[in-house]
């Protein structure tokens, strides 16, 4: 009986298996250390072999972009993109405006942190915070969403106004820590869990539209609805505990 070893075979097997998951192609980026967007040695490219240092920062018009754990990546000048994704333990921080640009599938996607102080999260684009990703807003700056976002894990908001005409989807937790408006010229949805937790002052929903499938806690303070003309519609729950409910425009309450 003739004898063979697999090992060779196995071998190819694993390099075909290896390449595909890791999946990188040449102009590929991927964070090299915590810095500035704009610093090269933030970042390292693929050549097709090997990864090596970059000679220029991340756009639209490289391959993927990759945050990886234990890194942050800070947008502190203009910066056009898409395909970037924020590992686990990566951070994705705003400063300035990351302008997504509409690419195939998803063009930014959070499993990590992404932390918007000031600047604008812009263009045709789509941005996802994945369920294990953490979505917050600091400071008392505007901030602007152009983007169509979807938030799967956790949103905080802080501070800092919001607007914008991107449409935004809460199907995670949304969390409300300040005295603050939402005045996209877009839709807000909400099928998730939407929580007013602190601050003594109002926070005033005024998108064109918005609805609520999920729950709505109205724990502190209060929560306004100002949205266009369609308003609010309601086939979900809103829960007020100890705090005011304002409606100031069209709430339509079906079954909820």
């Known amino acids: 009986m003739r004898k063979f070893s697999i090992k060779p075979l196995s071998s190819i097997l694993f390099f075909f298996i290896s390449t595909s998951i890791l999946g990188q192609t040449v102009g590929d980026y991927r964070s090299a250390a915590t810095g500035n967007w704009s610093a090269i040695a933030s970042w390292e490219r693929f050549n097709g072999t090997s990864w090596v240092a970059a000679a220029v920062a991340p756009s639209s018009t490289d391959g993927a972009i990759n945050i990886r754990n234990t890194h942050t990546i800070t947008v502190n000048s203009s910066v ?12 994705l921080s705003l400063a300035s405006t990351l302008i997504v640009n509409d690419g195939t599938g998803t063009d930014l996607m959070v499993n990590g942190d992404m932390q918007i102080s000031t600047g604008t999260l812009g263009a045709s684009g789509t941005a996802v915070i994945a369920a294990t990703g953490t979505l917050t807003l600091n400071t008392t700056g505007s901030k602007v969403v152009n983007a169509s976002l979807t938030n799967n894990g956790a949103f905080i908001w802080n501070d ?7 449409a935004i989807s809460n199907n995670g937790t949304m969390t ?13 949805t909400n099928t998730g869990t939407l929580t007013k937790q602190t601050g003594t002052g109002t926070t005033t929903m005024s998108p064109t539209s918005w609805s609520n499938s999920g ?6 303070g209060v929560l306004r609805n100002i ?14 505990n100890n705090a005011t409910w304002q409606n100031d425009q069209v709430f339509s309450h079906n079954a909820g």
Request: glycine content about 18%; charged content about 5%.
């Open 160 to 166: 800092g106004a919001i607007s914008g005409s991107g």
């Open 80 to 91: 056009t993109a898409d395909q970037i994704v924020v590992d686990a333990g990566g951070i």
């Open 176 to 188: 409300i820590n300040g005295n603050n408006q939402l005045s996209n010229t877009n839709t807000f």
């Open 227 to 240: 949205a266009g003309a369609s308003g609010l519609t309601n086939t979900g729950s809103i829960n007020i």
């Open 215 to 220: 729950t709505i806690n109205v724990n502190s």
